[in-house]
């Protein structure tokens, strides 16, 4: 799948990292190139130590490729589908366990440093509006800042993408006693915002609730429970999609209503990220769901 990246920060290197290693192909994007160009080249360097940093010849909406080639980000080319590899080669292994809910999760294994025959494709980085064009799948991972300018500049091109939404719009606490850190939100609809400036893409609000370390570890697991991502948005083929992508990085997807139900994964993250800044642990507010339970008053 194509996977548009708009922003060279920590979210964009650890999602886009995750779903480049997953055999997903990868375009960096932002308001800085150099930053874009950085970033998609310490992604592929991570991955393959044949994608090396070209120091001329670099043009608008170009990468470097193997051998020293450029390629252009051209949106009519079909997606490059990797040659069958073995589990231990690409990494990625079926997970079916009781953890991950009975259902298949792609699971991220160790790597050797033998790859196969087959090199991974590198990380490409262009500008913001081709990269849109060329991608199947946008994700959003730009500061609540910058938005506006972005959908003004590129809302028409979001249609009929799958456009995801991991952003927060956090600001701190100023009410908070000295010495604690603490935030609320700035807004309390960033997911609706984005669709209201691109009406025609399929805006979904995944990957706001933990911080970028969190989707970059290998971690996955804990107390037993694989790490779960919920899905907030109106189109059922791009939650799909999303909850496919959330699988590639070995993580356990389930809906969590349409989008306008996002404000809430919005201001949950708020709380409980302000809960883990004061040394609380928001996890242990909840009982597993064996242990949940409601009952009508």
């Given at each position: 799948m194509r996977i548009g990246i708009i922003g060279a920060g920590a979210m964009a290197a650890a999602l886009g990292g995750g779903w480049a290693a997953a055999g997903h192909e990868v375009a960096i994007a932002?308001?800085?190139?150099?930053?874009?160009?950085?970033?998609?080249?310490r992604i592929s360097e991570s991955r393959d130590p044949a994608v090396r940093r070209l120091d001329t010849g670099r043009g608008a909406g170009t990468v470097a490729t193997h051998e020293g080639r450029l390629t252009q980000l051209d949106p009519s080319s079909e997606p490059v589908e990797p040659a069958p590899q073995r589990a231990d080669e690409t990494g990625v292994q079926p997970d079916t366990s009781s953890a991950a809910?009975?259902?298949?999760?792609?699971?991220?294994?160790e790597q050797s440093g033998d790859s196969g025959s087959v090199a991974p494709t590198p990380v490409r980085a262009g500008p913001i509006g081709l990269t849109i064009e060329w991608a199947e799948v946008v994700l959003m991972a730009v500061p609540v800042g910058a938005l506006a300018e972005l959908l003004r500049a590129h809302g028409t091109a979001l249609?009929?993408?799958?456009?995801?939404d991991c952003t927060n719009a956090f600001l701190p606490d100023e009410s908070a006693?000295?010495?604690?850190?603490?935030?609320?939100?700035?807004?309390?609809?960033?997911?609706?915002?984005?669709?209201?400036?691109?009406?025609?893409?399929?805006?979904?609000?995944?990957?706001n609730l933990l911080a970028a370390e969190v989707w970059a570890g290998t971690d996955r697991v804990f107390d037993g429970?694989?790490?779960?991502?919920?899905?907030?948005?109106?189109?059922?083929?791009?939650?799909?999609?999303v909850a496919a992508l959330a699988e590639d990085l070995a993580l356990q997807p389930f809906p969590a209503g349409g989008l306008h139900r996002a404000k809430y994964l919005e201001a949950t993250s708020v709380f409980a990220v302000g809960l883990w800044f004061a040394g609380a642990d928001a996890r242990?507010?909840?009982p597993p769901l064996s242990a949940a339970f409601a009952v009508e008053d």
């Amino acid at each position: 799948m194509r996977i548009g990246i708009i922003g060279a920060g920590a979210m964009a290197a650890a999602l886009g990292g995750g779903w480049a290693a997953a055999g997903h192909e990868v375009a960096i994007a932002a308001r800085s190139t150099d930053a874009a160009q950085a970033l998609a080249e310490r992604i592929s360097e991570s991955r393959d130590p044949a994608v090396r940093r070209l120091d001329t010849g670099r043009g608008a909406g170009t990468v470097a490729t193997h051998e020293g080639r450029l390629t252009q980000l051209d949106p009519s080319s079909e997606p490059v589908e990797p040659a069958p590899q073995r589990a231990d080669e690409t990494g990625v292994q079926p997970d079916t366990s009781s953890a991950a809910g009975g259902r298949p999760v792609a699971r991220i294994t160790e790597q050797s440093g033998d790859s196969g025959s087959v090199a991974p494709t590198p990380v490409r980085a262009g500008p913001i509006g081709l990269t849109i064009e060329w991608a199947e799948v946008v994700l959003m991972a730009v500061p609540v800042g910058a938005l506006a300018e972005l959908l003004r500049a590129h809302g028409t091109a979001l249609d009929g993408k799958v456009v995801i939404d991991c952003t927060n719009a956090f600001l701190p606490d100023e009410s908070a006693p000295d010495g604690t850190t603490a935030f609320v939100l700035s807004e309390d609809a960033v997911a609706e915002r984005i669709a209201a400036g691109a009406p025609k893409a399929h805006v979904v609000k995944a990957f706001n609730l933990l911080a970028a370390e969190v989707w970059a570890g290998t971690d996955r697991v804990f107390d037993g429970a694989r790490l779960a991502v919920p899905l907030c948005g109106d189109d059922p083929a791009a939650m799909r999609t999303v909850a496919a992508l959330a699988e590639d990085l070995a993580l356990q997807p389930f809906p969590a209503g349409g989008l306008h139900r996002a404000k809430y994964l919005e201001a949950t993250s708020v709380f409980a990220v302000g809960l883990w800044f004061a040394g609380a642990d928001a996890r242990a507010m909840l009982p597993p769901l064996s242990a949940a339970f409601a009952v009508e008053d």
